[in-house]
């Protein structure tokens, strides 16, 4: 079985400063891993992804995200933070497995506030 | 080129009672998911559709049924409301392929009180 946990329910950051956001995961195989971001009332965006390669991700809006096999994490992090990054964001894994299909499986969510 | 559409964005039904959610998936996309997605909590995977069949299923009970048309576009049927099946209800599409390596496209949801 697969499984993602988000250690952090709240992250408060100044603004200009970096912001992390923590997950590790547990998957019996090799990982697929997503972050996607949710604002209010609004449906998930995808952030970034993690298949195969570099184990340093960069995506959307300056994000990037740090793949460690070894301590199975995948955070989220921003050099430089916005108040407009302030959301609830979601850290996702599936497993490569065929038998796991396309199913993601979705972490508690860590919600973003960046205080002007 | 329009994303993942769902309809209604909102309702709200009595206990006992039976709801239809509807999604139309990206354009170009075959496979739809769909996803629970309780207060406070991250999203549940429901099931998934592909070519007309449930492809995947998750941990929902018989109550949870879906559809999908020829045309792609899905149908979530939840019966016998209960009041904790109250949540926002988020569709999301994808393109088949093996292995599978692209991201999900999510709508912006469907929410759900039940009373």
């Known amino acids: 079985a697969q499984s993602v946990a988000q250690p952090e329910d709240q992250v408060n950051v100044a603004e200009g400063n970096p912001l992390t956001v923590k997950c590790t995961y547990s998957?019996?195989?090799?990982?697929?891993l997503f972050w996607y971001v949710q604002y209010p009332n609004r449906g998930l965006q995808f952030l970034l992804k993690y298949i195969t390669g570099d184990n340093l991700v960069k995506g959307s809006y300056g994000f990037e995200a740090e793949f460690n096999k070894s301590q199975t994490s995948f955070h989220l992090k921003k050099p430089s933070a916005l108040v407009s990054d302030s959301a609830l964001y979601f850290c996702a894994v599936r497993d490569i497995v065929k038998a796991a299909g396309n199913k993601l499986t979705f972490g508690g969510g860590t919600r973003v506030l960046v205080k002007p | 080129d329009a994303g993942v559409t769902q309809s209604p964005t909102h309702l709200i039904k009595t206990r006992g009672q039976q709801v239809t959610l509807r999604c139309s998936p990206k354009s170009g996309h075959d496979t739809v998911s769909w996803y629970q997605q309780a207060l406070g909590q991250g999203p549940q995977f429901i099931f998934q559709?592909?070519?007309?069949?449930?492809?995947q299923r998750g941990n929902f009970p018989d109550r949870f049924s879906g559809h999908q048309f020829p045309n792609y576009s899905s149908e979530l049927n939840v019966n016998a409301l209960l009041l904790g099946d109250s949540a926002l209800y988020l569709c999301?599409?994808?393109?088949?392929?093996?292995?599978?390596?692209?991201?999900?496209?999510f709508g912006e949801g469907s929410r759900l009180t039940v009373l």
């Open positions: 998957v019996s195989g090799n990982p697929y």
């Open positions: 559709y592909y070519e007309e069949e449930e492809r």
């Open positions: 999301a599409s994808s393109l088949d392929s093996t292995p599978f390596v692209g991201e999900l496209f």
